[in-house]
């Protein structure tokens, strides 16, 4: 079964960082670009970048940029996004994507999300 | 930043009605529209991409046409299981990927 399974989700301050994890399972990670996608009230589904398979090629939207970056580990089947200067309204489920496709940018596995919470 | 629209916001509708959902992006996307359905506490779920491509396992009930900036999503006689969330979202332009803000599709 092709599954992803994000974990590192919690509460935090805001200013402080954290690190999301997403583990894939059931397909080859290394043959695919990944994406992080979070979803709030406020803003609804927002994709926040991708990553190609070697690692070489990162997309970001503005808002993120300088403060998120994302990572992966083929040996480890794993995905990260590791996210810094936490802001209120960055609270949200994160989920971690597989990209259909490359280029092809939308996503036909998703994780269950990570609740990530922002407050003092 | 290409943004997407969604109309209606909420659409109510009998089971085994057919429901007509739409999307309108604001330049051209070309035909790269997927839609999504998400269920209360779980993660969307692809059931087109390419504007009009059933993704794997979608029943063919659903059906997506359009292109360009105007899309369509249809899905013909509802059932229980299909009362949930729908998104659109473009890749033509990217980055941003970007989202619809959702219809949700309710029991009449």
């Known amino acids: 079964e092709v599954q992803l399974v994000e974990s590192g989700g919690g509460l935090v301050q805001p200013g402080e960082s954290l690190r999301l994890s997403c583990v894939a399972s059931?397909?080859?990670?290394?043959?695919?670009?990944m994406s992080w996608v979070r979803q709030s009230p406020g803003k609804g589904l927002e994709w926040l970048g991708n990553i190609n398979q070697d690692g070489s090629e990162k997309y970001f939207v503005d808002s993120v940029k300088g403060r998120f970056t994302i990572s992966r580990d083929n040996a480890k089947d794993s995905l990260y996004l590791q996210m810094h200067s936490l802001r209120a309204d960055d609270t949200g489920v994160y989920y971690c994507?597989?990209?259909?496709?490359?280029?092809?940018?939308?996503?036909?596995?998703w994780g269950q999300g990570a609740q990530v919470t922002v407050s003092s | 930043e290409i943004v997407m629209t969604q109309s209606p916001a909420t659409l109510s509708v009998s089971p085994g009605e057919r429901a007509t959902l739409s999307c309108r992006a604001s330049?051209?996307?070309?035909?790269?529209l997927a839609w999504y359905q998400q269920k209360p506490g779980q993660a969307p779920r692809l059931l087109i991409h390419?504007?009009?491509t059933r993704a794997t396992g979608i029943p063919a009930r659903f059906s997506g046409s359009g292109s360009g900036t105007d899309f369509t999503l249809t899905i013909t006689s509802l059932q229980s299981e299909d009362f949930a969330v729908y998104f659109c979202q473009q890749y033509n332009n990217w980055p941003p990927i970007t989202f619809g803000p959702g219809t949700k599709v309710e029991m009449k």
């Open positions: 330049q051209s996307v070309s035909s790269h």
């Open positions: 994507a597989r990209d259909l496709q490359n280029w092809v940018v939308t996503f036909d596995t």
């Open positions: 390419s504007a009009s």
């Open positions: 059931g397909f080859t990670f290394s043959r695919f670009w």
